[in-house]
């Protein structure tokens, strides 16, 4: 037996080079999609994109079927990358071990692609701009494109302490005003309505460090509980539009009503001290500008690799040279093609 058929442990005996047709001819070059990027990144290729056709029905204000698809950021990521994920648009493939059923995973498997079609509301995507999801998709569904947004774990407690500190902060808050209904801070029961808001947001045991287990949990399944993820309660960009603050504020104030009118507009003190406790998180989030927000700076690690493979050089100062990440990235990836001399090239 040849080819794929045969034991994966041993190499092809015997086989002659003429004995395979594949291999009367040279190997055909790799075709890129002419003038897309090699890798996609949310916030610069998706977020336009649903900005252009989605975003008019699922802002904040109107949020058709519950989803908001703005590229305001939470926590971690932004709110439409989350959303997308929450109501499972992406077959991504995500967390699933072993093999999977062809066409489970990709493209082909993803409502989001279809919905994009003509038939969701109208919303209908240029042939380029369905490529464009298509690719992305096709390529893992990455929120960065690129190595430097790879966050490292300092960049990551960041995000979980400026939760952490959201719900601390507001605590008396949320025990006062919220407590009635909500079952805060504490498994779901059978009274109240379960949950919101991270279960258990003070400290953990072992040490310092917030635990944010529900809302880290979120994002990886089709959770209904999503809504009450701090990923999507939380409005890092704009505080006040964030559903932790929309929700129980009354409908005639601009909220979204959903508790009742907790808050009749936003005069009421409790509503400022719940803005003030986000916006504090979003001063430290800030602190340390995000990716894809202007005055984002790769990580170290991504420079100090960078600079050892030869692709920036050793005198790039992190804190004040400017850096195209994507050209960056695009040098390193060149550095690794394998350009056999002897090998026909493709004709131009
Ligand atoms: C003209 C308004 C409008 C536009 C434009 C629009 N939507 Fe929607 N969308 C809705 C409404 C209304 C619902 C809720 C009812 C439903 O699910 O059909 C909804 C529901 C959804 C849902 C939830 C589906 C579910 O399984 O519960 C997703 C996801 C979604 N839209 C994504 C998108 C995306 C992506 C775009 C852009 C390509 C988009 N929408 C454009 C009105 C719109
Ligand atoms: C009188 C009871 C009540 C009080 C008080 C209350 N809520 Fe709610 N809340 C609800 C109910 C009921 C829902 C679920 C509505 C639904 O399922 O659509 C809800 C839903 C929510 C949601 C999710 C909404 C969504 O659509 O995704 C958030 C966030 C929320 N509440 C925040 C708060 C905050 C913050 C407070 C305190 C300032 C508060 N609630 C006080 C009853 C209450």
Redesign the pocket.
């Known amino acids: 037996m040849r080819g794929v058929h045969e034991p994966r442990t041993k190499t092809p005996d015997r086989v002659s080079r003429a004995d395979l047709q594949a291999l009367r001819r040279p190997p055909s070059a790799i075709t890129p999609f002419a003038g897309f990027p090699d890798v996609l990144d949310f916030p610069r290729d998706v977020q336009p ?2 900005d252009r ?6 802002t904040y204000q ?1 949020r ?4 908001i ?1 703005a590229g305001d950021l939470g926590p971690h990521w932004s709110h439409s990358f989350f ?2 994920f929450a ?3 992406v077959a991504d493939g995500r967390n699933g071990l072993g093999n999977h059923p062809p066409r489970s995973i990709g493209s082909s498997a993803s ?2 692609l279809k ?2 079609g003509g038939s ?4 209908k ?1 240029s042939p380029r701009e369905w490529r464009t999801i298509w690719l992305w998709i096709e390529s893992g569904a990455p929120y960065a494109g690129s190595y430097a947004g790879l966050r490292n774990e300092s960049d990551q407690n960041i995000a979980g302490s400026a939760v952490a500190r959201v719900f601390a902060g507001a605590r008396d808050v949320l025990d006062r005003r919220c407590g009635s209904c909500h079952a805060i801070g504490q498994p779901d029961s059978e009274d109240r309505r379960p949950l919101p808001f991270p279960s258990d947001f003070r400290r953990n045991r072992r040490g310092s460090e917030p635990r944010t287990a529900v809302y880290e949990r979120i994002v990886l399944a089709d959770d209904p509980m999503a809504r009450f993820s701090a990923n999507i309660l939380l409005n890092f960009t704009r505080p006040a539009w964030s559903p932790l603050l929309l929700s129980p504020l009354a409908k005639a104030a601009g909220g979204h009503e959903r508790c009742g009118a907790v808050f009749r507009d936003t005069s009421d003190s409790d509503y400022q001290r719940l803005l003030a406790a986000i916006e504090q998180g979003k001063s430290e989030l800030d602190a340390n500008p995000r990716y894809a927000t202007p005055d984002f700076k790769p990580n170290r690690q991504y420079v100090r690799e960078m600079k050892r493979y030869g692709i920036l050089p050793a005198s790039f100062d992190r804190s004040k040279d400017p850096i195209d990440i994507f050209q960056v990235d695009q040098a390193y990836w060149k550095s690794l093609w394998h350009e056999p001399e002897n090998c026909a090239s493709p004709s131009p």
Request: overall charge neutral; some cysteine; glycine content about 8%.
């Open positions: 994109i649903l056709h989605c975003v008019e029905c699922h109107r058709d079927g519950n989803v698809l959303s997308l109501y499972r648009q409502p989001l919905m994009m969701h509301y109208g919303a995507l």
